[in-house]
């Protein structure tokens, strides 16, 4: 991935951008046609507003930063209320305590998943596996997607989501207990 | 010794960069003894590997058609933004 001052060459966003912005709304939405048209809404008013962009932030973080904007439109327009708050959350009200006791210890003990070859080959482990990616935390599935999905490094994380090193640890091990236990819930049991 | 939400911050940190000596050691004696934070560390390579796998599934990449439909619509955009 090129981050810094990957210029304005309009060309490429497509190329270099168009899937993680294609995921990130359709994780939002749940709609392909929908998500499409994001991208483009998103892309066509990065070209009109490039002289804008500046170089304290990288490409992607400029593009997703519009493309919250076009998805508080498009819920808008649903209907549905929702605020920049909602997308961009600093800091989440998302307590260990869900997961662990006081001293420590696991509310709920991690058991073994069954075979998770036999899961990958089910329609539905896969349905129950973009829910669950939908329903983290906004800021925990964008990091998520980032790393796991997208396979961006933990600096460009960083750089891309102006966070320190502790702040994505904390994430993705949130994010993680997170799916796991969604994936618990709505998968295993 | 490390308790269990310690534990699970570490296993989960050690997938993504290589800890530090001594806390690396904390946590493979802690896996030692620990089946819950085991398991737990079984799932989130779980959790990687069916990334792994949504991502490169046609389902979370634009199509062909959605690429130039989108192309497409950049290239008019641009034509009519010309001065």
């Known amino acids: 991935m090129t981050t810094m001052n990957d210029g304005l060459n309009t060309q490429t966003w497509l190329d270099e951008h168009g899937d993680y912005l294609f995921s990130y709304a359709l994780l939002r939405v749940k709609d392909t046609h929908v998500a499409e048209d994001l991208v483009q809404e998103t892309l066509l008013a990065a070209v009109t507003a490039r002289n804008t962009f500046s170089n304290q932030s990288t490409v992607r973080t400029w593009l997703t930063g519009i493309l919250k904007h076009k998805l508080i439109d498009h819920f808008r327009r649903q209907g549905r209320e929702i605020v920049i708050a909602d997308l961009i959350d600093q800091n989440e009200d998302d307590h260990l305590d869900r997961f662990f006791e006081a001293n420590g210890r696991w509310i709920e003990k991690p058991e073994a998943f069954p075979d998770p070859e036999s899961a990958f080959q089910q329609k539905q482990f896969w349905k129950v596996f973009q829910d669950c990616l939908s329903g983290l935390k906004p800021r925990q599935a964008e990091v998520f997607l980032a790393k796991e999905i997208h396979g961006m490094s933990n600096e460009e994380i960083c750089k891309h989501f102006s966070l320190n090193p502790t702040n994505v640890w904390v994430l993705m091990h949130r994010a993680r207990l997170s799916l796991h236990k969604c994936l618990k819930i709505h998968w295993i049991d | ?83």
């Open chain 2, 1 to 83: 010794m490390l308790n269990c939400k310690q534990a699970s911050l570490l296993a989960s940190r050690a997938m993504d960069e290589k800890l530090p000596y001594w806390k690396n050691s904390l946590l493979k004696l802690h896996l030692l003894l620990c089946r819950s934070c085991a398991n737990f560390t079984r799932q989130m390579a779980f959790l990687r590997e069916a990334s792994r796998r949504y991502g490169n599934s046609r389902d979370l990449r634009l199509t062909g058609d959605a690429r130039k439909r989108i192309l497409n619509a950049l290239k008019r955009h641009e034509i009519d933004e010309q001065p």
